[in-house]
């Protein structure tokens, strides 16, 4: 779309910054869901869970015979696992300075 | 008896030829705000007298036979051009400027004095009406001119200074409402002074050798927002370590001076990137009443102060998903264009704005808002991807 405006009336003068005053006050700063100081600690947090997932998934995959696996639980294992590491991972992202 | 009016409105003439290198007026009335004037539509007495005509609405109403001062500002770009357009790398800088020391209105005048100030002595300037003080040059004073006189005057003087301009100004506004504002501007530098006569050779232009290539743009300085952080200075080769920046709480501001790659002599041109962050919670709000509506604060202005741009274009790039977006500037815009950009993580991709205005001075150093409707939990999405 390209909308073509011309420049037009260009009289700015108090009333204007006055107005803007008002509307200044019923605005507060934003707050991200998480403060970027926090940033390092919930991607450790969360990159270790999903360590930990992970480690359990491999080692359950190494200690069972595959007759005696069972499926639903590796799928919950590698889910769980993947969800704590993408997450973390996009912490550990964010905490570098790489805001997506 | 005809009762004499109490009048409002003003009106300012600028002759044709010198009126395609205005940059911008004001007009400051008693009640000391500035006021932009608007160029009113083509008419006869335009054309007959050569003339543009801007209309200034005046704060407050002049009865009959009162008097009223107005200051009134005229910027103006490329009035001055050098002369001798090409000098050697040991030879000052010189310009030449044609002007009207008439005052050029729509209004006859009774009386009118014009004073060109200059660093030193000219080199040359019109005798006639002349009173040359040093490096003031007075015209006049004038009685009863009629409406739109017009003459020229032609000054010549020294002026070593280098005349840097933004050929263009590119700035990418990207919101995250993770709780960052990456800002990244690309810059179009070019040195409008006296070009180079013969070649440019490091024998006689080099850093232990003083006074050759007084002209040349070294270095500039700009001022960041307090709270930029992650500051780069770039250009397509790479980065470019030449720069110091410094956080000053006593001008709230980060002052950076950045020296490109090599010293621009007159008719050089250089390209780079400067790009800093700054944390949300500075420049985006949420309104208090209808917490899914945002504001988003930034500056209209260059880093750079004192130099012109002749064209810049601002990009607002909003979280995909914002909605209902409006902006506000405090002064008129070029052009507005709405597009879609993509980056990590999105199907549609994000709305962005993009915002041109022409030939940016100091004055657009003003604050603009764009405001959007955006609903803060879906970017619990980008992490679960």
Known sequence: YLFFFQAEDGIRDAQESRGLGDVYKRQVPYQAPVASEEFESWALILLFIGFCLMMWFFIYQITYRKVERYLIKELTIGLLSALFLGSGTFFFLLSVGLYM | ?385
């Open chain 2, 1 to 385: 008896m005809k009762k004499k009016k109490a009048l409002n409105t003003y009106y300012i003439a600028v002759p044709r030829e010198y009126d395609q290198f205005l940059a911008l007026i004001l007009v400051r009335d008693k009640n000391n705000k500035d006021i932009v004037p608007v160029r009113i539509q083509d008419n006869s007495v335009q054309a007959q007298y050569n003339a543009t005509i801007y209309k200034v609405d005046l704060t407050h109403y002049v009865e009959s036979n009162q008097e009223e001062q107005l200051i009134i500002t005229e910027t103006y770009f490329n009035r001055m051009s050098a002369l001798p357009k090409k000098i050697t790398i040991f030879e000052d800088q010189n310009v030449e400027i044609y002007d009207n020391p008439h005052f050029f209105s729509p209004y006859p005048t009774e009386k009118s004095q014009t004073t060109y100030k200059l660093a030193s002595s000219p080199i040359f300037y019109t005798e006639e009406d002349a009173t040359a003080k040093g490096g003031n040059i007075e015209y006049g004073p004038y009685r009863n001119d009629g409406a739109f006189t017009r003459s020229k005057i032609r000054l010549h003087f020294e002026n070593t200074r280098p005349f840097p301009v933004f050929k263009n100004v590119t700035r990418v506004i990207e919101v995250s409402h993770w709780g960052n504002i990456a800002i990244e501007d690309f810059y179009k530098l070019a040195n409008e002074g006296a070009e180079l006569t013969g070649e440019y050779n490091k024998v006689d232009f080099n850093k232990y050798t003083q006074h050759t290539g007084k002209n040349s743009l070294k270095n500039l300085k700009a001022k960041l927002p307090y709270n930029s952080w992650g500051v780069y200075y770039k250009d397509e080769v790479g980065n470019i370590s030449t720069s110091r920046a410094f956080r000053d709480s006593a001008s709230n501001s980060v002052d950076m001076t950045i020296e490109p790659r090599f010293a621009l002599l007159g008719g050089w041109k250089s390209n780079f990137y400067i790009g800093y962050n700054l944390p949300a919670k500075y420049t985006l709000f949420v309104e208090k009443a209808d917490p899914t509506n945002y504001y988003l604060r930034q500056n209209s202005g260059l880093i750079f102060k004192g130099i012109m741009a002749e064209e810049f274009t601002i990009k607002v790039i909003l979280p995909e998903g914002a909605t209902e977006i409006n902006y506000q500037f405090p002064f008129p815009l070029n052009e507005v264009s709405e597009e879609k950009s993509f980056s990590y993580f999105d199907f549609e991709g994000r709305p962005t704005f993009v915002f041109k205005i022409k030939n940016v001075v100091d004055y657009h150093d003003q604050t603009f808002t764009v405001n959007y409707k955006f609903s803060q939990n879906s970017i619990i999405r980008e992490p679960l991807m």
